[in-house]
């Protein structure tokens, strides 16, 4: 059995988006109102395409092309502003991320959270989150982020093996990573995160584990293990490359053996986390969230939006383009739209693969029913040692065990709707047929 089917972070997949038709933002800004709502800023700009990265960002930009993006993004903002006004919204979080945000000079970030504080309302403890790399993090950056008051930066550090890092397609080198992480700890954000990489060809248990070891010497504050995905469009896919499952299993295995030892909490299949209070339920299945720039996803209700999905460099290039050439950022042209049927699985899929679980009672409320009754599968994962029910504080939640979490990524995509699903593979089988040629790395 493959423990590593389908990485579920949201549902749907931006594959299941299509063109929408007279969708416009003002029907649904009402889902903002309040502040428990989150803004995303999409910054896509990396130095390079790493060779597993599947996520919207381009390369080769200078800064003229940076602030010509700043410039659509402002655009946007002021276009949104008008409508959040009039439902009084405010957000409690603001996460910038990529591409590398770090690529932007010190002076683009400053304008970039200026624009955000001018034309948006946060609440006093609004969270700011920050995603940077190595080659990008220095000290005049990490003073822009301190200004702006940014809580939780995250790394991508990936492996303090050079070897490793060619592999991965990655353009900073092990040294680096370490001189980078060490500013980063130096200027005392409330949370640091890391980022890693197992199930690279080549990779062992025990190179895994160095890399992992030197990490904890930095005392950061979460890490986060990603097994290795090669995805269509990516660079690995054109060289060949494939993970081993079973060897990216058994280092899963090893690593989070490893950092629980080391007094980490497990909240995820990908999540440890240096604290040892218990993490408590958080109501996550409506959450709102929108989202600025190209390739950023909104969440409002049951509607889903977001650029058309793109992988290569020359693909985002196109969107991006489109992107800037925009005059109405409020008509919606690519989504989706949830049935209930697919917002009960969204429910499900959010909650259940992090810890505690998924509370019987939260569910119940949200849809009338319950949750054994709606997705009969869960009682065949209960029968396998996969998930158990857990009374905390009164309350009764189904929890994946240490078996359920190791195959999150095995569970998850058995939850995907017929239509979905369907979606998904019409997408990739039209990707496949498109003519392209491989790109640098």
């Known amino acids: 059995m493959n423990p590593y089917v389908q990485y579920m972070y949201s549902y749907p997949h931006k594959t299941a988006y299509r ?19 989150s803004l995303y800023i999409h910054i896509p700009f990396c130095q390079a395409k790493c060779g597993y990265c599947n996520l919207f960002s381009v390369t080769g930009q200078d800064a003229q092309d940076m602030d010509r993006y700043l410039d659509a993004v402002k655009r946007q903002g002021i276009q949104y502003q008008q409508l959040l006004d009039s439902v009084q919204a405010e957000f409690c979080e603001l996460v910038i991320g990529g591409g590398t945000p770090l690529s932007l000079l010190p002076g683009q970030l400053e304008r970039m959270f200026g624009m955000a504080a001018d034309l948006f309302a946060f ?8 995603e940077t790399a190595p080659n990008q993090t220095d000290a005049p950056r990490l003073q822009a982020l301190k200004q702006a008051g940014v809580t939780r930066v995250s790394m991508g550090i990936q492996s303090f093996h050079d070897r490793e890092l060619a592999v991965l397609g990655r353009r900073h080198c092990a040294q680096k990573a370490r001189e980078a992480l060490h500013l980063l700890k130096s200027s005392d954000f409330a949370c640091v995160n890391t980022d890693f990489i197992y199930g690279i060809p080549g990779q062992t248990v025990n190179s895994l584990l160095e890399s992992l070891k030197e990490a904890l010497t930095f005392e950061p504050d ?22 081993d ?13 490893f950092l629980k030892s080391e007094g ?44 058309p999905y793109a992988v290569t460099r020359q693909e985002c290039l196109t969107r991006l383009h489109e992107y800037e050439n925009t005059t109405d950022f409020t008509r919606i042209s690519h989504g989706i739209l949830l049935s209930q049927e697919e917002l009960r699985r969204r429910y499900l899929i959010r909650h259940l693969f992090l810890m505690p679980g998924l509370s019987l009672e939260g569910y119940q409320k949200a849809f009338g029913s319950s949750v054994i009754a709606d997705f009969p599968i869960l009682q065949d994962w209960t029968d396998s040692g996969y998930i158990t029910l ?37 997408w990739e089988e039209l990707y496949d047929r498109l003519p392209r040629q491989s790109e640098k790395l």
């Open 123 to 130: 609440t006093k403890d609004r969270q700011i989150v920050a």
């Open 19 to 37: 063109p929408l038709e007279d969708v416009y933002l003002k029907e649904y800004i009402h889902f903002l109102k309040g502040s428990e709502n």
């Open 264 to 307: 980490y909490r497990q909240d995820s299949m990908r999540r440890f986390v240096r604290r040892k209070e218990e993490k408590t339920y958080v109501e996550c299945g409506f959450g709102t969230s929108l989202a600025l720039g190209c390739g950023g996803r909104s969440y409002l209700g049951n509607l889903h939006f977001c650029s």
């Open 222 to 243: 979460e890490i986060f293990l990603y097994p290795l995905y090669v995805k269509h469009g990516v660079g690995m896919q054109y060289q060949g490359i494939r993970p």
């Open 245 to 257: 499952a079973e060897q990216t299993y058994l280092q899963y295995q090893a690593a989070g053996s």
């Open 390 to 426: 857990q009374k905390k504080r009164s309350a009764e939640y189904l929890t994946l065990t240490e078996a359920g979490l190791g195959y999150s990524d095995h569970l998850g995509p058995q939850l995907i709707s017929a239509s979905v699903q369907t979606a998904m593979e019409e």
